[in-house]
């Protein structure tokens, strides 16, 4: 059986070489929690990632869909105005609304998914 739970050392009292104090969570009293910026994130900054809106579902047969065309209507599992779900990787982090700008169709974010919730 798996398990999540990792032993990890205690680093709140020694400062491993080469890793700055700043870096490290620690839990002293009167310390104030260092300031995170975009620049501590510059390692990730390049890292592929997969965006999906999801307006609906539809299921059909496979003869059903090699008869679309141009102009044809599916019908979705969603009603109008109904919130879409955002994927990231495959993982559902949002909820939003389509919005239009300028001639383009865009996503705004109305509810951020928390780990572990969603469906």
């Known amino acids: ?3 999540d739970n990792v032993d990890l050392p205690d680093l709140s009292h020694d400062t491993p070489a080469g ?4 870096l490290l969570n620690n839990d002293g009293a009167g310390e104030a929690a260092p300031k995170r910026s975009a ?5 990730v ?3 592929p990632v997969t ?4 307006l609906g579902k539809s299921a059909m047969e496979v003869s059903q869909l090699l008869k679309l065309g ?3 209507i599916v019908e979705l599992d969603r009603k109008v105005g109904e919130a879409i779900d955002i994927y990231v990787n495959d993982r559902l982090v949002a909820r939003g609304e389509v919005v239009l700008v ?3 169709l865009g996503i705004t974010m109305t509810e951020i998914i928390k ?3 969603g469906s």
Request: hydrophobic share 50%.
């Open 45 to 47: 900054f390049d890292v």
């Open 51 to 54: 965006v999906s809106a999801v």
């Open 102 to 104: 300028e001639d383009r």
């Open 39 to 43: 620049v501590d994130l510059e390692a």
């Open 1 to 3: 059986m798996a398990t």
């Open 70 to 72: 141009k102009g044809t």
């Open 115 to 117: 780990a572990g919730s």
């Open 19 to 22: 890793v700055p104090a700043a």
